[in-house]
């Protein structure tokens, strides 16, 4: 019943930018926090950006200054715009109800972004 679903990933230059959306349905959007989280191949899961049930965001080092998180409760859905993407961008971006892997209990099934000449 809960499911969290990304969407908006793609091929994109350097320099170009993408917005990221997770929709949430089956549970209440506003009483969890919700995390972006991406992973490279080779590479750990790391996360990118959080945002709390009352608004309060986190971001990443690599992404500060670049990357916005936001949510609409009314549309069930979180948004993570990328700025400024970078090749080291790359990697499979996914949601989840929570700012840390460990608190971690659903998760999407992931979008490809690619940041490439």
């Known amino acids: 019943q809960v499911q969290l679903v990304e969407s908006g990933g793609g091929l994109v230059q350097p320099g170009g930018s993408l917005r990221l959306s997770c929709v949430a349905s089956?549970?209440?959007?506003?009483?969890?926090?919700i995390g972006w989280f991406h992973q490279a191949p080779g590479k750990e899961r790391e996360g990118v950006s959080c945002?709390?049930?009352?608004?309060?965001?986190i971001y990443g080092d690599s992404v500060k200054g670049r990357f916005t998180i936001s949510r609409d409760n009314a549309k069930n859905t979180v948004y993570l715009q990328m700025n400024s993407l970078k090749p080291e961008d790359t990697a499979v971006y996914y949601c989840?109800?929570?700012?840390?892997?460990?608190?971690?209990?659903?998760w999407g099934q992931g979008t490809q972004v690619t940041v490439s000449s």
């Open positions: 945002i709390s049930n009352v608004g309060n965001t």
């Open positions: 089956g549970f209440t959007l506003d009483d969890y926090a």
């Open positions: 989840a109800t929570a700012c840390f892997e460990i608190g971690a209990v659903h």
